[in-house]
């Protein structure tokens, strides 16, 4: 049981646009700073978004982040097949066991 | 260019110790933080704990605590994890990441090591 909740799985087609939930709480996504992270078949993750928004150079625009509250959105545009991989939130939890929190992982298929 | 090389692929028998090591390149070693995630077969990943290469400071997961060590090599730029006591479930990917912290606030992992395999079997 991940302490950030993301749909195991989401599809679309290609060229279309699809977006991955990350909820939490207070002690983690509602006063932290969530990143996203791509992986890749048998690869490692790489970082897609940081500090909720902002993305790495390298990174294409059809790539976005958001966060309201306690809850935290990918959006990915134009999608490609590519693009199918993981998707995994991540932030910290300054409860008392502070640390880092990773979701749950999202399967994207791109039809 | 920045880059994490990880050691090789390690088979332990229960109840043994692994060390995994992590060669920094590319950057200051000591401006960043170094974090430790594993990722067991068809799994998610799971975040270990991480260490201040600035000043050796360490924050770990607690499920883990008492069972990890986490240390730096400033002279060689290189990070490591020692897991002990391990058991079948620490049979898993392990991978080292850059750990952005700055200001008392976590920022991401922005580098990641090619990841170790570590398996664990009597």
């Known amino acids: 049981q991940s302490v950030l909740t993301q749909p195991p799985s989401v599809s679309a087609a290609p060229g279309q646009k699809v977006t991955i939930s990350c909820s939490g709480s207070s002690s983690n996504i509602g006063n932290n700073y969530v990143s996203w992270y791509q992986q890749l078949p048998g690869t490692a993750p790489k970082l897609l978004i940081y500090e909720n928004n902002k993305r790495p150079s390298g990174i294409p625009d059809r790539f976005s982040g958001s966060k309201s509250g306690t809850s935290a959105t990918l959006g990915i545009t134009g999608l490609q097949t590519g693009d199918e991989a993981d998707y995994y939130c991540?932030?910290?939890?300054?409860?008392?066991?502070?640390?880092?929190?990773f979701g749950g992982g999202t399967k994207l298929t791109v039809l | 260019q920045v880059q994490l090389v990880q050691s090789g692929a390690e088979v332990k028998k229960p109840g043994a110790s692994v060390k995994v090591s992590c060669k920094a390149s590319g950057y200051t070693f000591t401006s960043y933080g170094i974090s430790w995630v594993r990722q067991a077969p068809g799994q998610g990943l799971e975040w270990m704990g991480w260490i201040s290469a600035y000043n050796g400071n360490t924050n770990y997961a607690q499920k883990l605590q008492g069972r990890v060590t986490m240390t730096t090599d400033t002279s060689t730029s290189t990070a490591y994890m020692e897991l002990r006591s391990l058991r079948s479930d620490d049979t898993a990917v392990y991978y080292c990441?850059?750990?952005?912290?700055?200001?008392?606030?976590?920022?991401?992992?922005?580098?990641w090591g090619q990841g170790t395999t570590v398996t664990v079997s009597s």
């Open positions: 991540g932030t910290w939890d300054s409860s008392l066991s502070a640390g880092g929190v």
């Open positions: 990441a850059r750990f952005l912290w700055f200001g008392e606030l976590f920022y991401g992992m922005d580098v």
